[in-house]
Structures are given as C-alpha cells and as structure tokens.
C-alpha cells in the first residue's frame, strides 16, 4: 500500500481484538524487501537539508503541519513493525503496539485534513527519515528499539509539542494546536508504553535501565538530548525522575 491516505484509513479501520482473538491469529512472517508500502512522495532529505520556514506565512504554517504529518506517517509504520517484527513477547505487548498504530494513523488524517484545508498535501514538501533510520539500527533487539523510539526519538515530540502549540496559535491557527493538544495526549500514552516495555526487559535481562539506556544509545548513535524538557509531559509518560536529573545533566553537558 503506497498511498499514505490509504495506510492511514486501512490502520484505522483495524477492530480493537481481545488477547483470546490474537492468539488465535499470531503468525511469524518473513521480512519482507524495503520499506513496505513507502510512498514515492515526499522526497527524502538529510535533516541538514530541510529547512523550516516561518510560520507567519501560510507556506511556513503548512510545512511546520507537513513536518508533523510525516512524523505521523513515520509512526504509524514504526508501530505495525513492531507488531510483526518482534516475536515472544506477551500477548499485551501487541494489543499495546496495535493501539499506538490506530493512533498515530488518527493523528496523520488530523494533519493531513487540515493541510488540505490550507491548500496543500501530503508529499508537497521534502521530510527527513530520521525515525525510520532509527529503527532499522535497531531491528535486530526489541529493547533498544523500546529505549530509543518511542522513550527518546518519539518522546522528542512530548518536549516540542507546547512550543509547536504556541506557534500556531500565535498565528491565528487554532485546529493547528487543537490537534497539537490531541497529539500530546496520545503520545504521553505511547511513551508510557515504551517505557513499560523496556523497563519489561531489563527486568527480564537482569539490567538496569539507566545505565542500559545510556549503553544503548551510545551503541546505536542515538541523537544527543537536548532541552527544554517537559518534564510534566514525562512524568506523565513514566519517566523516573532518575532519568528527569540525568537529562538537565546531558543538556548542561553538551551531549
């Protein structure tokens, strides 16, 4: 399925199943070539080389919401690969993970709508891949794909979201920060989940999740942390505050 649109409407059309029904149904699927369903639009880009524009002109305004939707897009596909990716864990782990596409799929309608309100579409500016490279680093272990996509890539979005908001309010975009304050919501909900399961498996492993943390993201090169933090947001999320000291450390120490 290579139509965005399309992706999105399939995952939400997906029934919420009971543990009953998905045990009756798990399968262990081969992997298949690529990226599946990877539209042809929007162009790709380094990081370095998207730019971003002021939100007072409309253009700017539907780039920022462009951004986003990509982000979405980019999460609704981390979500299903999580589902068929990772066999043996326990049957919640993928009632969890089926609820988070259903989600991030609601949020990209959300933005896609209201940049067909402005005039735009999906795919008319370029984005950047840097979620998705993330998670092929971490194909090969279901702990560090859980400590660095949704607890540090996708909790990313818990600390931009109130600047994000008040961009777009202070232009006159309400909808804008409306689905901003929908977004947040379930983003606190899909972090949590990151965090449960990791914690899950370092308990499993007998390790200990701050110091494993740190190791993985040296290992796989995760981006450096930086603030400002919204620290409610991660509190809400199920971070410890042994985490919240770590990260003003990593920020004041440049890493």
Same mark, same amino acid.
């Given at each position: 399925?290579?139509?965005a649109d399309d992706k999105a409407a399939a995952v939400r059309a997906l029934q919420p199943i009971s543990a009953v029904s998905l045990a009756e149904t798990q399968?262990?699927?081969?992997?298949?070539?690529?990226?599946? !369903?990877?539209?042809?639009?929007?162009? &790709?880009?380094?990081?370095?080389?998207?730019?971003?524009?002021?939100?007072?002109?409309?253009?700017?305004?539907?780039?920022?919401?462009?951004? &986003?939707?990509?982000?979405?897009?980019?999460?609704?596909? &981390?979500?299903?690969?999580?589902?068929?990716?990772?066999? !043996?864990?326990?049957?919640?782990?993928?009632?969890?993970?089926? *609820?988070?596409?259903?989600?991030?799929?609601?949020?990209? *309608?959300?933005?896609?709508?209201?940049?067909?309100?402005?005039?735009?579409?999906?795919?008319?500016?370029?984005?950047?891949?840097?979620?998705?490279?993330?998670?092929?680093?971490?194909?090969?272990?279901?702990?560090?794909?859980?400590?660095?996509?949704?607890?540090?890539?996708?909790?990313?979005?818990?600390?931009?979201?109130?600047?994000?908001?008040?961009?777009?309010i202070s232009v006159g975009d309400r909808r804008g920060g409306e689905i901003i304050d929908i977004i947040l919501r379930d983003e606190i909900g899909h972090v949590?989940?990151g965090n449960r399961w990791y914690r899950h498996l370092c308990l499993a492993r007998g390790l200990n999740p701050i110091s494993t943390f740190t190791a993985l993201?040296?290992?796989?090169?995760?981006?450096?942390?930086?603030?400002?933090?919204?620290?409610?947001?991660?509190?809400?999320?199920?971070?410890?505050?042994?985490?919240?000291?770590?990260?003003?450390?990593?920020?004041?120490?440049?890493?």
């Amino acid at each position: 399925m290579r139509n965005a649109d399309d992706k999105a409407a399939a995952v939400r059309a997906l029934q919420p199943i009971s543990a009953v029904s998905l045990a009756e149904t798990q399968a262990v699927l081969a992997e298949p070539p690529g990226v599946p !369903g990877r539209p042809e639009r929007p162009e &790709l880009r380094a990081p370095s080389a998207t730019k971003s524009r002021a939100v007072g002109s409309l253009e700017g305004r539907a780039g920022l919401l462009h951004a &986003l939707a990509h982000i979405e897009s980019n999460a609704i596909d &981390l979500a299903l690969d999580v589902l068929w990716r990772f066999d !043996g864990m326990p049957e919640t782990f993928y009632l969890d993970w089926l *609820q988070v596409a259903r989600e991030e799929a609601l949020h990209f *309608q959300l933005l896609r709508t209201h940049l067909a309100e402005l005039g735009f579409a999906y795919g008319d500016f370029p984005a950047h891949n840097g979620l998705w490279e993330m998670a092929e680093k971490t194909r090969g272990d279901v702990m560090a794909r859980m400590a660095l996509v949704p607890r540090t890539l996708e909790a990313r979005g818990l600390d931009a979201s109130p600047a994000v908001r008040n961009k777009l309010i202070s232009v006159g975009d309400r909808r804008g920060g409306e689905i901003i304050d929908i977004i947040l919501r379930d983003e606190i909900g899909h972090v949590a989940i990151g965090n449960r399961w990791y914690r899950h498996l370092c308990l499993a492993r007998g390790l200990n999740p701050i110091s494993t943390f740190t190791a993985l993201a040296t290992q796989y090169g995760a981006p450096r942390l930086k603030g400002p933090f919204n620290l409610p947001a991660r509190r809400a999320a199920g971070f410890e505050e042994a985490e919240l000291a770590l990260l003003g450390e990593a920020d004041t120490a440049g890493f």
